[in-house]
């Protein structure tokens, strides 16, 4: 079965600085995998996905999050921080081989920026 | 254009009753999902509907739960009998059918059963 790990319940960074919130997954083949972001009282939003090709993928307002196959990791990452980045932050994976459609998400990791 | 959009926005209701939940899944997309954010957690996976093939109900968590999914269209999610332990948000996206495409998630129905 397929299963995701978000270690970190809350993190803490202060503006301007790098940030990294971690994901590790575990899956019976190839993955997809994914972030969204949850701003209070919102929907999920799409940042990033990994389907194939380069480890480094870039996304949406300046994340970018590195696959590593053989630490099983998906880390999302962004060089320097704003405080409107505060918010609920989910890593989603998919198993390839099984042609299941549905995701399996972290339990969320909450960024905190200060100013 | 018009992104997935879900009603109502809350639900309250007492333990025992029936509640049913909308879906509007942006235009064209013939995948539609259903899951559950309980309170402090991630998303748990109910049902998947794609286009005329049968859903994927290995998510739903007793046999209070069902959904049916119109065309490709509008999907309901009804949970009869509501137990407490059935407050929580329910989050409906959608996606084309490509097989990797992102899902697009509606800002969700939070209900509460009293």
């Known amino acids: 079965a397929q299963s995701v790990a978000q270690p970190e319940d809350q993190v803490n960074v202060a503006e301007g600085n790098p940030l990294t919130v971690k994901c590790t997954y575990s899956?019976?083949?190839?993955?997809?995998l994914f972030w969204y972001v949850q701003y209070p009282n919102r929907g999920l939003q799409f940042l990033l996905k990994?389907?194939?090709?380069?480890?480094l993928v870039k996304g949406s307002y300046g994340f970018e999050a590195e696959f590593n196959k053989s630490q099983t990791s998906f880390h999302l990452k962004k060089p320097s921080a704003l405080v409107s980045d505060s918010a609920l932050y989910f890593c989603?994976?998919?198993?390839?081989?099984?042609?299941?459609?549905?995701?399996?998400f972290g339990s969320g990791t909450r960024l905190q920026v200060q100013p | 254009g018009a992104g997935v959009s879900q009603s109502p926005s809350n639900k309250v209701t007492e333990k025992g009753k029936d509640v049913e939940l909308r879906c509007d899944p942006i235009?064209?997309?013939?995948?539609l999902y259903w899951y559950r954010q309980r309170l402090g957690q991630g998303l748990e996976f109910l049902i998947y509907?794609?286009?005329?093939?049968?859903?994927?109900k290995s998510g739903l968590p007793s046999d209070r739960f069902s959904a049916e999914r119109t065309g490709e269209s509008v999907s309901t999610l009804t949970i009869q009998r509501t137990q407490q332990e059935d407050s929580a948000v329910y989050l409906c996206?959608?996606?084309?059918?490509?097989?990797?495409?992102?899902?697009?998630f509606g800002p969700g129905t939070r209900l509460t059963v009293l």
């Open positions: 996206a959608s996606s084309t059918s490509e097989r990797y495409n992102e899902q697009f």
């Open positions: 899956v019976s083949g190839n993955p997809y």
């Open positions: 990994y389907i194939t090709g380069d480890n």
């Open positions: 989603a994976v998919r198993d390839i081989p099984t042609g299941r459609r549905a995701l399996t």
């Open positions: 235009s064209g997309h013939t995948a």
């Open positions: 509907f794609q286009g005329n093939s049968a859903p994927d």
